[in-house]
């Protein structure tokens, strides 16, 4: 069945960095492109990043543009988020999900990991 | 940006009661490209209609989903207990994605 499970979330300072990572399982990974959406209970969902089945396309929500870098293995079935220059606003649950699409991007989320809590603090 | 509005906040209903639930977009989604999931506290979102209309694989067919343009909804036909929960809907249909707050459907 298919898995996704996040790891690498913590307690950062602003400005620091934080890589997350996502482990997947249970289906042909290199066919599908790869999302990380986070939620606070202030803001509530929010699309952040999206890698293409290939790795050779990503997109990025305005709010992390420039500061956000999300990035495949597909010999290790794993994706990743590195987050730099954090800023308060970035402290979420992120969660890695799967497009629902093979082959292609139609960025609705058939399957989900349970998410990671990064919280950024002073 | 396509800005998602939700209505009502929370919805009280009993068992077997119909939940409608809407979504109203600040634009036109292409192409349909609407989604609505489901969250129960500590979980995940699940997804369950995609496409506007399309149930999402192992999801009852109490579950509907309708509309077009800047107008859709969620249909709940009769309120099963694990129902109780948080629906959020998502349009696809432009960058970037954007979900709605949601609404609470809560045990009257």
């Known amino acids: 069945q298919v898995q996704l499970v996040e790891s690498g979330g913590g307690v950062v300072q602003p400005g620091r960095s934080l890589r997350l990572s996502c482990a997947a399982s249970?289906?042909?990974?290199?066919?599908?492109?790869m999302h990380w959406v986070r939620q606070t209970p202030g803001k509530g969902l929010e699309w952040v990043a999206l890698?293409?089945?290939?790795?050779?396309?990503?997109y990025y929500a305005d709010s992390v543009k420039g500061r956000f870098t999300i990035s495949r293995d597909s010999s290790k079935n794993m994706v990743y988020l590195e987050m730099n220059s954090l800023r308060l606003e970035d402290t979420a649950v992120y969660y890695c999900?799967?497009?629902?699409?093979?082959?292609?991007?139609?960025?609705?989320?058939?399957?989900w990991g349970q998410g990671t809590l990064v919280t950024v603090s002073s | 940006e396509i800005v998602l509005t939700q209505s009502p906040g929370t919805l009280s209903l009993s068992p077997g009661e119909r939940a409608t639930l809407s979504c109203r977009a600040s634009?036109?989604?292409?192409?349909?490209?609407l989604a609505w999931y489901q969250q129960k506290p500590g979980q995940a979102p699940r997804l369950l209609i995609y496409?506007?209309?399309t149930r999402a694989t192992g999801i009852p067919d109490r579950f509907s989903g309708s509309g077009s343009g800047t107008d859709f909804t969620l249909t709940i036909s009769r309120l099963e207990p694990e129902d109780f929960a948080v629906y959020y809907c998502?349009?696809?249909?432009?960058?970037?994605?954007?979900f709605g707050p949601g609404t609470k459907v809560d045990i009257k």
């Open positions: 249970g289906f042909t990974f290199s066919t599908y492109a």
């Open positions: 999900a799967r497009d629902i699409r093979p082959w292609g991007i139609r960025p609705c989320f058939d399957y």
């Open positions: 634009q036109s989604v292409n192409n349909r490209y």
């Open positions: 890698i293409s089945h290939l790795g050779n396309n990503q």
């Open positions: 496409d506007a209309s």
């Open positions: 998502q349009q696809y249909g432009s960058l970037t994605f954007t």
